[in-house]
């Protein structure tokens, strides 16, 4: 059958990938492809997720490699995702934003709650003129009561309504963490499925710059154990669009991770309607020598890292696993197959991190590929501090992470 | 602190330097500020910079900060010229922020004389006093209970209320002893160890039966979990009530919550959630989303004085108030949470002098008598609908059973104190005398009614005890919306074990 497609073409044309079937890695389903007339000069993918491609046209857009190959061929270099002109270049945020406006559009039940969220247009400008466009009522500014107007989103998702809420900092979710984790993550189950929660939860989180430690706070460690919770984390424009809308589609309450110091990054992204999975891991490098998994801001640290140590002569593999809960370990998994070696990098506390339960989760399941013990290279189990210096130092940098491969790879 | 440069500014600043307004900006203190507060120094890299009215430093900007415009909206209205004012909560909307400046000092420089006798707040005018003196904490009478029926089923009042004719009040009078033998029943079945918890609702019926009957079927419900009533008014059959109380394989939540967590989506009665005062501000995001689909219908949720002290309860009831939400907040006060006691657990006037201090209307009832529940609740629904506000309910009653069925509450609190109430206040036969007064109910009625609901509550429990429990495939669905591989691994892991070890797992689910 079918697997995960992305479809791109003319204006106005609704692509949409698939979100992870239940059934297995090799089935995936299309949903409702629409206006595709095959005799038109565009590009259709349709492509297995063991890559074997059933039939495409010449223009092949980057975007759809980036989704469908999980395993790709070397000698691909991880570009922007848009080969073509057709794109316009935007900073993350900005990603956010038009994914937002775009879901608003499409769905008159879709609402943003949070604080400072309206006419301020939120403390990151991602929010910034909706209140304008679609009115204070669906764009909401809330008293400054996390727990409740979680809990007052989590009522009106029950009720029809498919709420986003902002935690102006992910810290500040912590004091939402009742409604989340009793309420938001069990109410499907607890009610026989008969109430649905299709909320939103996002928010920037990690170590910014000097902003002190309760607002360092890396939250995904903490909410990695509820159930009926999905976990993503954006890294660049392209994937916080598409995991934006892709968690606004979700039936399940998504929380969606966004990093305070990625908010200006630049990238072209496609013209283009486009979804992201929100299960799926991004191969930013493909290589031979070793895997290296990470998220968020990491990556970027990795990539720096990674130019260190291809002038050294090694072949990093560099997968963005995007989905803290679930982990995509059918990518992973593939590329350990292939080098053998693993190097996890996260921001996240060396104790109860996503690394650490990345790690017990690649030991659990493909033990007999590792030719190495998993490296994972995560912050110091201290609260972040002010100084510049030692917040610098908490953080994984470069250095550290090409020491780390050399000695892996030895 | 820097002067404003533009000419208005300066002459509303004056104003501002006159007033102890500018005391507490400088303070950094809260609650001047509507505008973005502490957290302004997270502002995108790169992004425009925005004064806020907290930072003391500078008042020089091009751009008019929300609170400064909002000031200055009320200053200008009161002198009656028209405004261009932006703040979105102002009853005029004009085109957004336009700005004041283009007024003229001289044109307001007489503003400057009455602003010395008050002040122009967010909010409204706030008059100047020099005596020195605070609010008391407490008032000398306390807030009154209003009722309909005496303790002896004499109706006192005929005026402003909502008539209840005999057929409804057959119905009522039907739910509230179905309501209280099917609580009997389920508690002693709980005592032989055939379920394994249950709460009673015993001397809370009226609340329950008369507040159900005056919402609507469209309105939807967030319990706590002393209501019951509202669902059984709805029309969940005491088979529905009892499956699941057993958790078997017909009780809509699967079998994956303790008894009494009932919930229906067909009835509009969300499912019941164990952790306090957590359904009060889902209920007010309900009212929002009804509110913005314009439905002919409201939001109502129940809690008791202890649910109240939780910080949901105050962060909802102020939501609420701001976002002009079409909610009832029904306060079940029955004197004890659990094993403390309502003075142990706040020292304000009851729940319904809150209503006040957040800005919603509220009034206080008597609990135990169904009429007055009756038309208070139609009354708040109609409020709540038509003018799309909130309203808050205080019910005084008395939780005559134990807190549940893992609770003995003669423990912590005297056996003539619940006898005083179970006896003289019981709101069961009170609606009862009244009945009896109108010829509507006798005795023989009562016989054959409470013979026929025990009948039908115990077949009801037999049915369910001897019905299979839910397939182990329903622990791992409904998590998500498809089961996902990770879980799939873990049931496929299940099975296996269950299959290997047969006899260390019970043998009543269906595998």
Not at chain 2, 26 to 39: K, L, M, T, W
Not at chain 2, 207 to 216: D, E, G, M
């Amino acid at each position: 059958m079918a697997s995960s497609a992305l479809v791109q073409g003319f204006g106005g044309f609704s692509g949409l990938v698939s979100p992870f079937s239940s059934s297995s890695p090799q089935k995936r389903l299309i949903i409702g492809l629409s206006n595709l007339q095959s005799e038109q000069k565009k590009s259709f993918i349709s492509v297995r997720s063991d890559a074997s491609v059933s039939h495409f046209s010449n223009s092949v857009n980057r975007a759809s490699k980036l989704v469908t190959n999980a395993v790709a061929v070397k000698g691909e270099s991880a570009a922007s995702p848009v080969s073509s002109k057709s794109g316009h270049e935007l900073l993350l945020f900005e990603a956010l934003h038009e994914g937002l406006d775009e879901e608003m559009e499409r769905d008159p039940r879709v609402c943003v709650i949070g604080e400072d969220v309206g006419h301020y247009g939120g403390s990151y400008k991602v929010t910034k003129g909706m209140a304008t466009k679609y009115g204070d009522l669906r764009v909401l500014d809330t008293p400054i009561a996390e727990n409740s107007f979680t809990g007052m989103a989590i009522g009106a998702a029950m009720t029809g309504l498919r709420p986003i809420i902002e935690g102006m900092n992910m810290g500040f979710l912590l004091l939402a963490y009742n409604q989340i984790s009793n309420n938001c993550g069990m109410l499907h189950y607890t009610s026989g499925g008969q109430f649905t929660i299709p909320a939103v939860i996002r928010g920037p989180g990690g170590v910014g710059r000097q902003l002190g430690a309760e607002h360092s706070q890396r939250l995904e460690s903490y909410f990695q154990s509820v159930p009926g919770l999905q976990m993503v984390a954006c890294s660049t424009p392209y994937n916080a669009k598409g995991l934006m809308k892709a968690a606004i589609r979700s039936e399940n309450p998504v929380i969606l991770f966004e990093h305070v110091l990625l908010y200006n990054l630049k990238e072209k992204i496609p013209d283009e309607e486009y979804i992201c999975c929100l299960e799926e891991a991004e191969m930013v490098r493909p290589g031979a020598d070793v895997t290296i998994l990470t998220y968020s801001r990491m990556r970027y640290h990795v990539m720096q890292a990674a130019k260190t140590l291809v002038n050294k002569g090694y072949d990093p593999e560099i997968i963005d696993i995007r989905s803290l809960k679930p982990f995509d370990l059918y990518t992973i998994g593939n590329s350990i197959k292939k080098t053998h070696k693993v190097l996890i990098v996260e921001e996240c506390m060396r104790t109860g991190g996503i690394g650490a339960s990345l790690r017990a989760a690649i030991i659990e399941n493909f033990w007999d590929y590792l030719d190495a013990p998993i490296m994972c290279l995560s912050s110091q189990d201290v609260p972040t501090p002010y100084a510049g210096t030692l917040e610098e130092w908490t953080v994984v940098q470069p250095p550290q992470i090409v020491t780390a491969v050399e000695q892996i790879c030895q | 602190m820097s002067f404003p440069s533009n000419s208005f500014s300066r002459v509303w600043w004056n104003s501002l330097v006159q007033s102890r307004l500018l005391q507490r900006i400088s303070n950094n203190s809260d609650g001047v500020c509507n505008g973005p507060g502490p957290y302004s120094f997270l502002r995108p890299l790169g992004a425009q910079r925005w004064d806020s009215g907290t930072q003391s430093r500078n008042f020089v900007t091009q751009k008019q900060n929300p609170i400064q415009k909002h000031l200055v909206h009320e200053a200008l209205q009161s002198s009656g010229k028209s405004v261009h004012c932006g703040w979105r909560h102002c009853g005029i909307r004009t085109e957004a922020e336009k700005g004041v400046a283009e007024y003229s000092s001289q044109e307001l420089a007489s503003e400057d004389d009455g602003e010395n006798q008050f002040l122009e707040f967010p909010g409204g005018k706030v008059q100047f006093t020099s005596e020195m003196s605070f609010i008391s904490e407490s008032s000398n009478t306390r807030v009154p209970c209003y009722r309909i029926l005496d303790n002896y089923g004499h109706q006192i009042a005929t005026d402003g209320i909502y008539e209840v004719n005999k057929e409804l009040a057959l119905k009522m009078y039907d739910s509230m002893v179905t309501l209280q033998v099917m609580d009997i029943i389920f508690y002693e079945a709980q005592r032989q160890g055939r379920i394994s918890f249950y709460l009673t609702s015993i001397g809370e019926e009226a609340i329950n039966i008369s507040s159900a009957a005056a919402l609507s079927i469209d309105d939807v419900i967030f319990p706590q979990y002393r209501e019951p009533g509202v669902l059984l008014w709805r029309g969940f059959t005491l088979q529905e009530f009892a499956n699941q109380c057993f958790g078997n394989a017909a009780d809509y939540g699967k079998g994956r919550q303790m008894p009494i967590h009932y919930g229906s989506n067909a009835l509009n009665y969300f499912t019941i959630s164990s952790p306090i005062a957590t359904q009060i501000p889902q209920a007010v995001g309900a009212a929002y989303s009804l509110k913005m689909d314009k439905k002919q219908a409201c939001a109502v949720t129940y809690f008791g004085d202890g649910g109240s002290s939780e910080g949901d309860c105050h962060a909802a009831l102020n939501f609420a108030a701001v976002l002009e939400a079409p909610v009832i907040f029904i306060c079940r006060n029955n004197g004890w949470a659990i094993s403390t006691p309502s003075s142990e657990q706040f020292r304000s006037d009851g729940i319904v002098v809150r209503g006040h201090a957040y800005g919603i209307r509220s009034i206080r009832v008597d609990g135990n008598d169904a009429l007055a529940m009756y038309s208070a609740v139609r009354m708040a629904r109609q409020i709540a609908i038509n003018e799309c506000k909130p309203v808050l309910i205080e019910a005084l009653t008395y939780r005559v059973g134990h807190h549940s069925t893992s609770d003995d509450s003669t423990k912590y609190r005297r056996i003539d104190e619940i006898e005083h109430w179970k006896i003289k206040h019981d709101p069961v036969s009170r609606f009862r005398k009244w009945l009896n007064r109108n010829n509507w109910w006798n005795e023989k009625d009562e016989l054959e009614l409470r013979n026929e609901i025990r009948n039908k509550i115990l077949q009801a429990i037999q049915v369910a005890e001897r019905m299979e429990k839910p397939g182990i495939e329903n622990l791992f669905s409904d998590v998500y919306d498809k089961v996902p591989l990770n879980l799939q691994e873990q049931e496929k892991d299940l099975r296996e074990m269950v299959a290997r070890h047969k006899e260390d797992y019970p043998s009543d689910v269906p595998l």
